[in-house]
């Protein structure tokens, strides 16, 4: 895919902080990298800090004054969110910009320690907390954002609230559409909430289109197959999947 958009157009982040959650890889990876270019401080909140440190040093390698740091974030644990939430509190006076990045997607079947559906736990309940518990820190600034990632997946699921656990039959593929139909009325509710409450954070859904990133190492092998014949007329780059991302983020 082509674009006319440039990373070097966009304004200065100078002085700004973000939150890109699922940092160390894809999507995440290619949005830390950009905001850091554009001179905001960024916080990459993810679950390996081993990962971390290596994406950490490899955005160094290409932007030297960029401003990173580490901290551990596993949206698979309500307790690990509230860790985080905490830590980021006492370090930083505020928060400019919060990309819920990360994610899984059509995992086998497994229940997150708080006994929630994987992909609804990690892709739309650990960011739905984290979210609100970062809310003042958002609130401290003017014009701040909150970039949710979804996906026209939603349109593969509904919200089953008679067993969003999915213990009465498995479908990684509805559940998986369930999570990001949830993340989108998430960006949705939450902008007509501040909207009301006056604030000036906005809240915006972004979405990746189909990008080559690790998110889709549990399609099965055949597809896996075929998307190496395919890539270059329908699967764009991991950078071009993060431009909603980021682009999101600039004001």
């Given amino acids: 895919m082509t674009s006319g958009w440039k990373l070097e157009e966009t ?9 890109v959650t699922g940092a160390n890889v894809g999507l995440g990876f290619e949005t830390a990298k950009a905001l850091a270019a554009r001179g905001m401080e960024v916080v990459l909140a993810c679950r390996n800090r081993e990962k971390a440190k290596a994406t950490k040093d490899k955005i160094i390698e290409s932007h030297a004054q960029a401003s990173l740091h580490i901290m551990e974030l596993d949206l698979s644990s309500l307790k ?12 930083f006076e505020k928060l400019d910009l919060l990309v819920n990045n990360a994610g ?16 609804m736990g990690i ?3 650990g960011h739905f907390l984290l979210a609100g518990l970062l809310l003042p820190k958002l609130e401290a600034a003017e014009n701040t954002r909150i970039v949710t990632l979804s996906s026209l997946s939603h349109n593969w699921g509904d ?22 139909l949830a993340c989108l009325m998430f960006a949705y509710e939450m902008q007509r909430r501040l909207k009301a409450r006056g604030h000036s ?20 092998k055949f ?14 780059s991991a950078a071009e999947g993060a431009l909603p991302n980021f682009t999101d983020s600039f004001r």
């Fill in 123 to 125: 892709n739309y309940l």
């Fill in 11 to 19: 304004p200065s982040q100078a002085g700004k902080i973000g939150v």
């Fill in 80 to 91: 690990s969110v509230r860790s985080f939430a905490e830590k980021f509190k006492q370090q």
């Fill in 223 to 236: 597809i896996h197959l075929m998307a190496k014949v395919l890539a270059p007329i329908f699967i764009q």
């Fill in 201 to 220: 954070t906005i809240s915006l859904a972004a979405h990746p289109g189909i990008s080559d990133t690790e998110l889709v190492r549990n399609l099965p």
């Fill in 104 to 119: 899984v997607m059509l995992t086998p079947y497994q229940i997150t320690e708080d006994g929630f559906e994987q992909q």
């Fill in 159 to 180: 919200i089953y609230f008679d067993d969003m656990a999915f213990e009465e039959g498995y479908s990684s593929r509805k559940a998986y559409g369930q999570s990001k």
